[in-house]
């Protein structure tokens, strides 16, 4: 049975005159992977960063599995960042040591087995990797969590196409019928194929928020064309 994961009710965020989320309403479930979409400056990130904790809103209510952002819900909350946030200095299997650390649901043989399929070396230093393995590693301690709600921020950006499949399908294995996956991205063409529903965002609003199969069926188009087209300048 699904459960509401996350939940915005007349959402407000405001940085000086610009409104980044304007009276946003949106509900997703768990068993879900929905793809955040929209043009730069539609409020994707502001609201990914909402619902990890890291702004607060000007206004309305944002709650996950019931509850407002805080220490409690970043326990089953695991974001990945648009940046890095590695530290050069660091190897890989000192990445793995940190989110033991700091996060109870950290799955350590889940991330040494994506590490290996991906050819990524656990006595690697950061700052040996190239951006694109950067970006891999990354996405894997993220989704080697066993966490309610992962959140990714434009998580394909810097990878190579061979590695796309792998990481979308990682991505799909991650999401269980009691967790919920947002992910924001510009590369709608490559990610389609995974998402379960769609959420056009258009000025800080949700604009459609729909299944993917009732907007193809609607629309007569792919979720791609259908980006293009509304948002065509």
């Not at 290996?116 to 393995?133: F, W, Y």
């Amino acid at each position: 049975m699904s459960e509401i994961i996350l939940s915005c009710k007349g959402l407000t965020k405001r940085y000086g005159t610009f409104m980044a989320l304007n009276n946003l309403n949106l509900t997703l479930e768990s068993g879900r992977i929905i793809g955040l979409l929209g043009p730069n400056g539609s409020g994707k990130s502001t609201l990914i960063k909402m619902a990890a904790g890291l702004l607060s809103p000007d206004g309305g209510e944002i709650t996950i599995c019931g509850n407002p952002p805080s220490e409690q819900t970043k326990a089953i909350v695991s974001y990945l960042p648009e940046r890095s946030y590695l530290q050069n200095w660091m190897k890989v299997k000192d990445l793995l040591e940190l989110f033991e650390d700091f996060y109870q649901d950290f799955d350590r043989q889940r991330a040494i087995d994506m590490l290996a399929s991906l050819q990524l070396p656990l006595d690697a230093r950061i700052r040996t990797l190239s951006k694109g393995n950067k970006e891999k590693v990354q996405l894997i301690m993220v989704m080697a969590r066993r966490a309610r709600l992962y959140l990714l921020d434009e998580p394909l950006g810097g990878v190579d196409p061979a590695a796309r499949d792998y990481i979308l399908n990682t991505i799909i294995r991650s999401c269980s019928e009691e967790a919920c996956v947002l992910l924001s991205t510009h590369l709608i063409w490559d990610i389609e194929k995974v998402l379960d529903e769609a959420v056009f965002l258009n000025m800080g609003a949700v604009g459609m928020h729909d299944t993917t199969d009732n907007l193809r069926e609607k629309y007569g188009k792919s979720i791609d064309a259908l980006f293009r087209e509304v948002y065509r300048c």
